[in-house]
């Protein structure tokens, strides 16, 4: 079976078109003006280092902050801020912190309504947070409209609430691909990726946050008393640690096989005119998901330009992080092709920029947690695409970890729990490629998964997005 990506495909001339002018850059990353912090040089005392300055590790220097006003909290970074994954992503800000619910009851039943509690109030404080520092960061509430686009998608939707059909949905978002929607109104803000990084660091330094650029933390060295963080330059030496270095190689030799990076691939458009605007509605301004395992993300910016992400998710063997891996021109013709099968009223629209970014995929899609080093390091990984909102609530597990605090988190079986272990290569590289071909098999068999995907749902390693 053909999918409808295949059976409308848009004419090559449309899709070189649109390519033709695109910039290899992150639009988030160019849309801001960035500050620049200095790099790490000397010996530094803190009470808390954390490594990384991406969401995860941003949030956490600011709850350290507002829980401890006096502690002396360092942040240090191999680059810049939120020049990563947190840059890079779409910005859906969303309240699940299991990558779904379907994902947290498979794995977690009996905990699933207290992770879905934990996640609301995750959100909710999230805006409250922007609201109080005002940051300006384009949070916008607006839920996500998922759509159908093959016939068997439509009885996924069906006992969803707010379940919409295909002239109903159409009148939100005028698609010929939809057949069905529901659209979730409260549980999903956009962001603005490269803002809410910047303005995490703002409220971090106003609060007394150091925070140090261009220093990648080379070990960390546990004298009985204290570990001390090493760059190339310096060195700091604190009680605690917090590790947030998301699908780079971790610090830490027993999680490095936890996590492996998968790289996630995006364009963004030039402005919308009023009249190709006008030709697709879309005037609520919800963020758009279809329903294949190898999905498409899609959301509105605020000058009305259109984000469309997704679908391929490419492991290169080794699991090795290169930034020449982030200019794939098979990956942006097929994204590109898509979006017209899509929105075919807006051929002739050109694509102003083309990124792409490591996705830190674990077995269980969704932030593992831990101690380490006499429980002075904590750490959190694995966020699988679904780490902007995520990343607050790994900010307090890890500070409870390391205060060693009982807390509703911290007594989570889903927090308690270590998810399994990749293996190493090259029967990694095999693994991964036999979950993708099972995945697309899936996405042209009406959804059906085969014996591949339910034998790895059946040890716990399936993936439904």
């Not at 070189?16 to 005392?45: I, K, M, N, Y």
Request: include cysteine; hydrophobic fraction near 40%; charged fraction near 25%.
């Amino acid at each position: 079976m053909q999918t409808v990506f295949e059976r409308r495909r848009p004419d090559a001339a449309v899709v070189q078109h649109s390519l033709a002018e695109t910039r290899q850059g992150v639009f988030w990353l160019d849309d801001v003006d960035r500050p620049r912090h200095p790099s790490l040089a000397g010996h530094r005392d803190a009470d808390l280092v954390v490594v990384g300055a991406g969401y995860t590790g941003l949030w956490t220097a600011l709850r350290a902050k507002e829980r401890d006003p006096g502690r002396r909290v360092v942040v240090l970074d191999a680059g810049r801020i939120g020049w990563a994954a947190s840059g890079r992503n779409g910005g859906f800000c969303e309240a699940s912190i299991t990558h779904g619910e379907e994902n947290g009851a498979r794995r977690w039943p009996e905990e699933l309504d207290t992770l879905d509690a934990l996640g609301r109030r995750n959100l909710d404080e999230i805006a409250e947070t922007v609201q109080r520092y005002g940051m300006d960061a384009e949070f916008e509430r607006t839920g996500t409209l998922s759509v159908a686009v093959e016939p068997h998608q439509v009885e996924w939707l069906a006992e969803e609430d707010g379940f919409l059909d295909a002239a109903a949905t159409r009148a939100l978002v005028d698609s010929p691909t939809y057949l069905a929607g529901a659209w979730e109104r409260d549980d999903t803000a956009l962001v603005h990726p490269g803002k809410l990084a910047l303005e995490l660091a703002r409220v971090a330094a106003e609060l007394g946050v150091e925070i140090y650029e261009h220093s990648r933390v080379t070990s960390l060295d546990d004298d009985g008393t204290a570990v001390a963080v090493r760059t190339a330059q310096g060195t700091v030496r604190a009680e605690r640690v917090a590790l947030a270095t998301n699908v780079f190689p971790s610090l830490l030799t027993r999680t490095r096989l936890l996590t492996v990076p998968v790289y996630d691939y995006v364009l963004m458009t030039e402005p919308l005119s009023a009249t190709q605007q006008a030709a697709i509605g879309w005037e609520g301004r919800q963020g758009i998901a279809d329903l294949a395992n190898q999905f498409h993300y899609y959301r509105r910016t605020s000058d009305d330009r259109i984000l469309f992400g997704g679908y391929d998710a490419v492991y290169h063997p080794g699991g090795r992080i290169r930034s020449a891996y982030e200019d794939r021109p098979e990956s942006f013709e097929r994204l590109a092709s898509h979006f017209f099968t899509t929105f075919p009223q807006l051929e002739g629209l050109r694509f102003s920029h083309r990124w792409a970014g490591a996705i830190d995929t674990c077995s269980r899609f969704c932030a593992f947690y831990g101690l380490a080093r006499k429980k002075r390091v904590a750490y959190a990984a694995g966020f699988t695409g679904l780490g902007v909102g995520a990343s607050r609530f790994a900010a307090d597990v890890m500070l409870d970890l390391l205060a060693g605090d009982q807390t509703e988190r911290t007594e989570l079986r889903m927090v308690r729990e270590t998810p399994i272990p990749f293996p190493p290569e090259p029967a990694a590289t095999i693994g991964v490629t036999l979950m993708k071909r099972a995945m697309d098999r899936a996405d042209h068999r009406e959804g059906r998964r085969g014996l591949f995907l339910k034998t790895m749902d059946a040890v716990g390693m399936g993936f439904d997005s």
